[in-house]
């Protein structure tokens, strides 16, 4: 009886270590190669981090970043030179061709991820990196492809960085730090920085997001006055420091004599001017499905007890909307009541 | 290539590995339409008990077909997921859009709601883009003639270039009229002249560009300016068709089967 | 071939790089542009227009001060009509199965049967299914038909529009009140309507919390409870409207838990805030009375009665072998009792509910019908079919307090989902992590409630 437990147990333990797929021999190879895999990602984002600063990576910045012992990252680093990636020079590590394509693949899955991650999911901007950090190493170059053509392909993620294309060709942005921008000019809001993690909560804790126009008020060493969204606030210059701006054109301001949808009142009518740039994604592409293109007709019909949502007479059909949404929608407001609504 | 039952016809191969059963029917019609647009009343009442529902193939969507028969033929009737669009903006969406694509319904009907138009207009716009053979049928006709609103559906069917049928799914009126005008578009006994929306200038170009290369590629294709301009909008899915040829064999298919399908095949591609 | 293939995908990139942006939007435009004139062609006001009912009603339904007061209401409507319809007809099904079960258990034992067939047969299988029978069927056939109503009238969207901004406090979806409508028929048919809900993680968060809805299995239970405890207290003119709303106290207490759970959730593993919301509310349609008989009773009805008889069955006969085999001087139920009482008593309950509770896992229908055969045990003896025999079951013969009623009722409310939910959420999600989640999380939520509404209960009585 005991010989026959043993035995069964023997040979379940032998399925357990040597199943094809879900077997702990098989499993554990595979989590060596993910890790691998991850290792060298992380090297060549940081070589190519390093080498847009204008300066080459070393093997102990290496180590530093990717918290690998000395010895580990000279392995580490030798591997990635017989693959081609890497060359080392006597200054340091430098890419290869090859090797700067594949790190721009690497930044360009992760950009989508947070993009992604931020218009489907609706993740707070404060979880995104550490999430696409993660996801990066994991998509294949089809899936990567995939995700680009279903979120219609953005040039820029979350933070405001530009995504690299398929073919590795990076756009340059042409930013200055907001300490640097003078007072009264509109601004951009190009990228936030995000990292140091507690600098950057404090720029979206004022209100601060990539794509909206500002305008610097007041600028000192002390604080910076600036006006968001039709309110002021103050920041400390060495939070403002990781906002890049640029200049705003004219796509970008709101368009003259427009309000927000969410601002027009009950019963009100107008004409969709636009969609503001901060609508992106599938949320975008549903508001014009369902017909709020720019001469569009819309008339604010019915309000909750909450005063959010509220449903708008679109097309001949009632859709309603959460206030967020409304906000980007710009509609010019029309004095009479629509024809069709009239006797109601 | 007349088979007493079509499962066999190269044409419907694809519809097979869609997860389409269609042993016994002699056509297959799409039924697309806006939600809410009394589009299952439809389906109800063109079909009646003979339904099956499941799951599209490896989507958790849900998918009906059901059958019925006039004029000595069987139509099979696969009601796709209701959408505001063809965008592919979300899974309901690229279902629909890849079933019209590749699996070239005999007959697509787009069911729209007479009270709201101008919405459901852009659905069948955007069909009529992908396929000629269209009708379109107008329902709910009796909650427009209660809100006050007149269809003149002679009018709409000269603009769109494909027959417009008045129906009220929901008390069974003009369903057999339904009926008899799809019948005669599959047996192209009624032609169809679908309108096609003239994009802006820029696009256009664009689209002169692309369409001559992609007819190139896929003679007969009944849809270039569409895939020319899925192509530029950067679909993955018909990109994917494009690279792998499934386009142009589908076009070979399309065209016509009186020429055997392999010599038809090896003289569009030489390759294959 | 694959070569020109990729030119022309390689013309197209760059097409699409000198377009520039707002491609999507300026051809969805021009679309829209060419319908609106197509339509100003052909589509002409006659003028003869009347009464534009549509626009007053929602007015009213989704009014300032109104809407949530009706929408309360109608619920209340649904389940008091459900009440007091379903009450009648439940007692003679139960008296004419239980009269058809003594005489043909009598026949059985007249042409000869050994005892233990009869017993399995009669007083296990065929108990169990008529026990489900009769507490299913009529409330199911009221209630089904009354919520097909305000479905077919488009009622349901106005809802998800009345409570969306709470879904949005919690970060979840307006939609997600659609789901939960559905679940109150059947919460595996409310798991598949999450499909209306386009985010994923949204969607993940109406799935896991579709069970705090009370599905139709678990309204017998809440139906019976509401009236032998909670109604007893008043006269009797006032019993149903007073049992119609403590069910209604139970449900709002489900959407609480439904809104407090989403919440949780999209501050943990589903970390996200609440994404884009646009819900169509299509007009008011004249319910079509084939089409709501044929959906609410055949769809629905007889698919949730089939299930349940299919797994009353084979219960009922493991309720009798439990009740009948003994061990160590006395039956196997009596052990199992013994060894849950202890749980039972520190979360309110006792032994034989939580006992009833697993042997009702494949379905919650029967949660009833097995704790009454457990409480009468071998001796069967008394054919329980009125309320008031329940009554008498409960508390004069089993102790139960007011106290073992209201953890229940919460118990009912809050446990983990049955099986085929389970299995439907795993179909939904393909994901062994979520299907545990579903599962495990409403049964520790459950757990935790009842035993602080147990010791607060305690304390104050």
Redesign the interface.
């Known amino acids: 009886m005991i010989t026959v437990g043993l035995l069964l147990g023997l040979a379940l333990g032998a399925v357990a270590l040597a199943a094809p797929r879900f077997g702990l021999v098989s499993l554990w190879w595979k989590f060596r190669a993910n890790r691998e895999r991850a290792r060298s990602e992380d090297a060549l984002k940081h070589i190519l981090a390093w080498q847009h600063r204008s300066k080459l990576a070393s093997l102990e910045s290496l180590a530093g970043a990717l918290r690998l012992s000395a010895p580990a990252t000279l392995r580490l680093a030798t591997r990635m030179e017989q693959s081609g990636w890497v060359r080392s020079k006597s200054e340091g590590i430098a890419l290869t061709r090859s090797g700067e394509q594949r790190a721009l693949q690497v930044v360009r899955a992760h950009r989508l991820w947070e993009r992604h991650l931020s218009d489907?999911?609706?993740?707070?901007m404060a979880?995104l990196h550490q999430a696409a950090e993660n996801a990066e190493h994991t998509l294949t170059r089809d899936e990567v492809e995939r995700l680009d053509a279903h979120l219609?392909?953005p040039?820029h993620d979350p933070h405001g960085d530009p995504i690299p294309g398929?073919d590795g060709r990076l756009a340059s942005i042409d930013a200055v730090s907001l300490t640097e921008w003078p007072v009264g000019k509109p601004a951009l809001i190009a990228h936030i920085e995000d990292e140091p993690d507690p600098v950057f909560q404090q720029v979206l804790a004022a209100g601060l997001r990539p794509a909206q126009v500002i305008q610097v008020l007041e600028t000192g060493p002390e604080r910076l006055v600036v006006s968001v969204e039709g309110s002021e606030c103050r920041i400390d210059p060495a939070v403002a420091a990781n906002v890049q701006v640029s200049v705003a054109s004219a796509a970008d301001l709101p368009p003259p004599d427009a309000v927000r949808l969410s601002n027009l009142p009950q019963g009100a009518c107008g004409e969709v001017v636009e969609?503001g740039p901060a609508c992106v994604g599938?949320?975008?592409?549903?508001?014009?499905?369902?017909?709020l293109?720019?001469?569009?007709r819309v008339e604010v019909?019915?309000?909750?007890?909450?005063?959010?949502?509220r449903?708008f007479r679109i097309?001949g059909?009632?859709?309603?909307?959460?206030g967020?949404?409304a906000e980007q929608i710009w509609v010019r407001p029309l004095a009479e009541p629509s024809?069709?609504e009239v006797?109601? | 290539m007349i088979a007493p039952d079509c499962g066999a016809c190269p044409e419907h191969a694809q519809l097979a590995s869609m997860g389409v059963d269609i042993g016994h029917c002699d056509h297959i019609v799409a039924l697309a339409g806006n939600?809410?647009t009394g589009k299952s009343s439809v389906f109800?009442a063109l079909t009646g008990l003979r339904q099956h529902v499941g799951n599209w193939t490896g989507k958790?969507?849900?998918r009906a077909e059901g059958a019925f028969a006039f004029g000595g033929k069987r139509f099979k009737l696969v009601d796709l997921p209701g959408t505001y669009?063809l965008?592919s903006a979300?899974q309901d969406e690229e279902i629909s859009r890849n079933f019209l694509l590749f699996g070239q319904p005999d007959c697509t009907v787009v069911v729209t709601d007479a009270?709201a138009?101008?919405?459901n207009?852009?659905l069948?716009?955007?069909v009529l883009e992908v396929t000629d053979h269209a009708v379109v049928c107008v329902n709910l006709m009796d909650?427009a003639a209660?809100?006050?609103?007149?269809?003149?559906?002679r009018?709409?069917s000269r603009?769109?270039g494909v027959p417009v049928v008045p129906t009220v799914a929901?008390r069974k009126q003009g369903m057999r009229d339904l009926v008899s005008t799809v019948a005669d578009v599959v047996s192209g006994e009624t032609k169809t002249a679908p309108?096609r929306?003239?994009?802006?200038s820029?696009?256009s170009e664009?689209i002169g560009?692309?369409v001559p290369?992609?007819e190139?590629?896929a003679p007969g294709v009944p849809n270039a300016r569409w895939i020319?301009?899925r192509?530029?909008?950067?679909d993955h899915r018909v990109?994917e068709a494009?690279?792998s040829?499934e386009l142009?064999e589908m076009a070979s298919r399309q065209r016509q089967p009186a020429i055997s399908r392999p010599s038809r095949l090896t003289a569009i591609?030489?390759?294959? | 071939?694959?070569h020109?293939?990729?030119?022309?995908?390689d013309?197209?990139?760059q097409?699409?790089r000198?377009?520039g942006?707002g491609?999507?939007?300026?051809?969805?435009?021009?679309?829209?542009?060419?319908?609106?004139e197509?339509?100003s062609?052909?589509?002409?006001?006659?003028?003869?227009?009347?009464w534009?009912f549509d626009?007053?009603i929602?007015?009213l339904l989704?009014?300032?001060?109104l809407?949530?007061p009706l929408m309360l209401l109608l619920l209340g409507l649904v389940f008091w009509v459900t009440i007091q319809a379903a009450n009648v007809p439940s007692q003679m099904l139960a008296n004419a199965f239980f009269a058809f079960e003594s005489a043909a258990a009598g026949m059985f034992e007249s042409l000869g049967a050994p005892w233990w067939l009869t017993g399995l047969v009669w007083h296990g299988v065929f108990r169990g299914l008529a026990w489900v029978v009769s507490v299913m069927l009529p409330p199911m056939a009221v209630f089904f038909p009354a919520f097909t109503i305000l479905e077919d009238l488009g009622y349901l969207p106005r809802v998800a529009?009345?409570l969306?901004?709470?879904f949005?406090k919690a970060g979840a979806h307006?939609k997600q009140a659609l789901t939960m409508a559905m679940g109150f028929g059947c919460n595996a048919a409310g798991i598949t309507s999450t499909?209306i809900i386009?985010?994923?993680?949204e969607r993940l968060i109406a799935i896991l919390t579709n069970n705090f809805v009370p599905c139709n299995g678990r309204f017998p239970t809440l139906i019976m409870l509401a009236v032998i405890f909670v109604a007893a207290a008043f006269p009797p003119a006032l019993a149903s409207i007073i049992a119609a709303s403590a069910v209604v106290t139970v449900v709002l207490l489900g959407i609480g838990f439904t809104l407090l759970v989403s919440w949780a959730l999209s501050r943990t593993v589903l970390?996200?805030?609440?994404?884009?919301?646009?819900?169509?509310?299509?007009?008011y349609?004249r319910p079509?009375v084939l089409?709501i008989l044929y959906t609410s009773l055949i769809d629905r009805t007889i698919f949730v009665l089939g299930r349940a008889m299919l797994t009353a069955a084979p219960a009922g006969a493991v309720i009798w072998i439990l009740a009948n085999v003994q061990a160590g001087g006395q039956s196997l139920a009596a052990h199992a009792i013994e060894l849950l009482g202890p749980t039972g008593e520190a979360i309110g309950l006792d032994g034989v509910i939580l006992l009833a509770y697993i042997i009702a896992i494949p379905a919650n229908e029967i949660v009833v019908p097995t704790m009454l055969m457990c409480y009468l045990g071998a001796s069967m003896m008394m054919d329980v079919a009125a309320y008031d025999q329940i009554q008498a079951v409960l508390v004069d013969q089993h102790g139960w307090t007011m106290l073992t009623a209201v953890n229940l009722m919460l118990f009912s409310l809050l446990h983990n989902p049955c099986a085929t939910t389970i299995l439907t959420i795993w179909?939904?999600t393909r994901s062994v992590k979520w299907t545990a989640l579903g599962g495990l999380m409403p049964l520790a939520i459950a757990f935790a409630v009842c035993f602080l509404s147990a010791q607060a209960g305690r304390l104050l009585l």
Do not use: C
């Open positions: 489907d999911a609706n993740m707070p979880r219609g392909h040039q398929a969609l599938f949320s975008r592409r549903r508001l014009l499905d369902l017909g293109t720019p001469g569009a019909a019915l309000e909750t007890a909450f005063g959010d949502p449903a097309r059909t009632t859709v309603a909307l959460r967020q949404q024809a069709t006797g109601s | 939600p809410n109800n958790t969507v849900t669009s965008l979300s009270t138009l101008e919405r207009l852009n069948v716009l955007q909650e209660r809100k006050g609103l007149d269809v003149d559906v009018s709409l603009d769109l929901r309108l929306v003239e994009p802006p820029k696009v664009a560009n692309l290369l992609i190139d590629l020319a301009l192509l530029l909008d950067g990109r494009l690279l040829g142009a591609s030489g390759n294959l | 071939m694959p020109s293939a990729q030119s022309i995908i013309l197209s990139d097409l699409r000198d377009l942006g491609f999507r939007d300026r051809m969805v435009t021009a679309v829209y542009e060419h319908a609106q197509l339509v062609r052909s589509v002409h006001e006659t003028g003869a227009k009347k534009d626009q007053r929602d007015r989704t009014s300032r001060w809407g949530l529009f009345n969306d901004w709470l949005r307006g499909r386009d985010s994923p993680r970390a996200g805030e609440a994404s884009a919301f646009t819900l169509e509310l299509p007009p349609r079509s089409r179909k939904e």
